[in-house]
């Protein structure tokens, strides 16, 4: 691997996350704006044995209703 690809993986593991509620439009309901934001954690893990596979994402509270 060569030693940008290795500073940049570093780089994005010290990138603090996302607050998405305060991203997220206000118009939505708050318990609509927390299942997304909740969806979306799942979705955008670093790790994929970490993140949310297509089923488990589809299985999301945020999908119910």
Same mark, same amino acid.
């Given at each position: 691997?060569?030693?940008?690809?290795?500073?940049?993986?570093?780089?994005?593991?010290?990138?603090? #996350?996302?607050?998405?509620?305060?991203?997220?439009?206000k @118009?939505? %309901?708050? /318990?609509?704006i927390?299942?997304?934001?909740?969806?979306?954690?799942?979705?955008? #893990?670093?790790?994929?044995?970490?993140r949310?596979?297509? @089923?488990? %994402?589809? /299985?999301?509270?945020?999908?119910?209703?």
């Open positions: 691997m060569k030693q940008e690809t290795v500073d940049l993986i570093y780089k994005i593991d010290n990138i603090p #996350k996302k607050d998405f509620p305060k991203i997220l439009p @118009e939505f %309901a708050k /318990k609509d927390d299942q997304a934001s909740s969806l979306l954690e799942k979705l955008l #893990k670093w790790n994929p044995k970490n949310a596979t297509c @089923e488990e %994402a589809l /299985k999301h509270e945020f999908f119910k209703h």
